[in-house]
Nanobody, 123 residues
Framework: QVQLVESGGGLVQAGDSLRLSCAAS????????MGWFRRPPGKEREFVAA????????EYADSVKGRFAISRDNAKNTVYLEMNILKPEDTAVYYC????????????????WGQGTQVTVSS
């Protein structure tokens, strides 16, 4: 059983930075792709970023390219999402997810999800 616990959310102002963390436990974290998704208020959940288990492949949604960066530390079983130049439209509940397949993560069909952490960006 895989367990994912997100942290680092909060209330920030537009232009600020924030780093989210997701700690994984259970199955072999090192062999799993990881991803971040978000659900803005009143909208569907959407893909944000994904990273392969080696960290060599990364994918981003167009809306966050150049502002967000995904990374992972396999020794700590943790994946991060560095968010810069935050905008009010980045306000959402952010979810961590994992799957053995990077493609499944990118397609929004990972096998495991975290509970989410709220990020609110004020204008």
């Amino acid at each position: 059983q895989v367990q994912l616990v997100e942290s680092g959310g909060g209330l920030v102002q537009a232009g600020d930075s924030l780093r989210l963390s997701c700690a994984a436990s259970g199955r072999a974290f090192r062999n799993y792709a990881m991803g971040w998704f978000r659900r803005p208020p009143g909208k569907e959940r959407e893909f944000v970023a994904a990273i392969s288990w080696r960290g060599s492949e990364k994918e981003y949604a167009d809306s966050v390219k150049g502002r967000f960066a995904i990374s992972r530390d396999n020794a700590k079983n943790t994946v991060y999402l560095e968010m810069n130049i935050l905008k009010p439209e980045d306000t959402a509940v952010y979810y961590c997810a994992t799957d053995p397949s990077l493609l499944q993560v990118i397609r929004g069909r990972p096998g495991h999800w975290g509970q989410g952490t709220q990020v609110t960006v004020s204008s």
